[in-house]
């Protein structure tokens, strides 16, 4: 007879052979269906986090599952020494939707940063040379967990341990262009941002800061770099957040909601930019590959305007609901479209989310006193509202 698993049979066997690199709820995922999760011993949970924003289409979604299968039947692999159809039928949709010129193709986010800051450190050295490859970025930001873009994240908790963290990168504040122009410099040769910060705690940028950060940009020839690995692929209610601030980047990497479950990221870079790296510059054996870049296209093709508008709805919805709560425990409700941060007063963020989790509602938290949702965009109204009904009993005991 099969063994059944418990919980907590996967978090012992977990101990004995994973690092422990992470703070895990002690709940083992078994599938999900929509926007709804099971675990092993068949609890529903109503999911707000898809992943990291990851399952942009939810669980079970079959035309994203059909595209997938069909393509790791017919070609699972083949290196980026030969052509083939799916990551340049990705390439051709990611442009004509975003405005931008030309595409490459990376596994995740991170990856897709350290390849947006080679392009602006390149650019600058073919024009100008050595000495010009610092980077300005935000205060509060994250932008990956590799050495380098490490130190591109403007939080001093990420710059522990792993010295020497490579040079280059000076911090200013989030919507405060002054705060900008005092970390200018000869030696600058880009900004890069999020438009709403996401693991700082769901902050988003304002007009005005990112029109006259434009502006800077283009007085000083600085590359204007979006990091929209989890502001992309429709999660605020446009395919890129930065189609919402009337700017156009001269990079923009994504990742997390593009493969809708399966790893893939990358960069998108406009017409004066489209050239500069060139051939064995940059690359990555996995980049494109064509399983990924068909999820990817199903992404996109579902994600059409009317759907995209719905996030916009849908994200309204929640931040009144929140809002409209009145709890002793809400301070401020953040966000743009799906990426919501509700601000926790007089109570420990941490432990109001384990209590939704324990509820059947699972939440993220993001900066040091938030929690925040990140639904599949294709959750439904009903979903929303069973979710909603057990934050409500978290927010108002
Ligand atoms: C998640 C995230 C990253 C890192 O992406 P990985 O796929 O984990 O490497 C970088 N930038 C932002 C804004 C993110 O949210």
New binding site residues.
């Given amino acids: 007879m099969e063994e059944i698993m418990k919980n907590q049979d996967w978090i012992e066997k977990d101990a004995q052979c994973m690092m422990q690199t992470y703070g895990r709820f002690p709940i083992a995922i078994d599938h999900g269906q929509g926007a709804l999760l099971y675990d092993v011993e068949g609890r529903e949970y109503v999911d707000f986090t898809s992943g ?2 990851v399952n942009s289409l939810g669980y079970g979604n079959w035309q994203w599952a059909s595209a997938v299968g069909a393509q790791a039947l017919r070609l699972a692999h083949v290196s980026n020494l030969f052509y083939s159809q799916p990551y340049i039928d990705l390439a051709a949709e990611l442009c004509s939707r975003s405005g931008m010129s030309a595409a490459f193709f990376a596994n ?4 897709a ?1 350290e390849g947006m800051i080679k392009l602006a450190r390149k650019y600058s050295f073919d024009k100008y040379g050595h000495g010009r490859s610092t980077i300005i970025t935000l205060n509060n930001s ?4 590799t050495v380098t ?1 490490l130190a591109a994240t403007g939080q001093a908790v990420f710059h522990q341990y792993f010295f020497p963290f490579t040079e280059g990168f000076r911090y200013a504040d989030a919507n405060d262009i002054d705060s900008v122009s005092e970390a200018a410099g000869d030696d600058v040769c880009a900004v890069m941002l ?1 438009l709403v910060q ?2 700082g705690g769901v902050y988003p940028m304002e007009q005005e800061f990112v029109h006259q950060l434009a502006v800077l940009c283009a007085e000083r020839d600085w590359l204007l770099l979006v ?1 929209e ?2 502001t992309g692929v429709g999660r605020t209610g446009t395919l890129f957040a930065y189609q919402q601030y009337g700017v156009l980047p001269d990079v923009v990497s994504f ?2 909601g593009i493969g809708g479950g399966l790893p893939l ?1 990358g960069i998108l870079s406009n017409e004066k930019c489209r050239g500069v790296l060139g051939p064995g510059m940059h690359a990555t054996t996995f980049g494109g590959n064509p399983v990924s870049c068909a999820g990817g296209l199903s992404v996109l093709h579902q994600l059409n305007d009317a759907v995209l508008e719905e996030v916009k709805i849908k994200g309204e919805l929640i931040r009144d609901f929140i809002q409209g709560l009145h709890s002793p425990y809400v301070a401020s409700v953040r966000g743009l479209g799906l990426m919501i941060g509700i601000q926790i007063r007089g109570a420990d963020h941490k432990a109001l989310a384990r209590q939704m989790i324990d509820g059947g509602l699972l939440v993220l938290t993001a900066g040091q006193d938030t929690i925040r949702l990140l639904p599949p965009l294709t959750i439904t109204k009903d979903e929303i509202m069973r979710g909603l009904a057990i934050m409500q009993n978290v927010l108002c005991p």
């Fill in positions: 990291i924003g995740g986010g991170g990856e940063n994250f932008h990956g967990r873009t999020e996401g693991e990091d690995v989890q990742a997390k990221g």
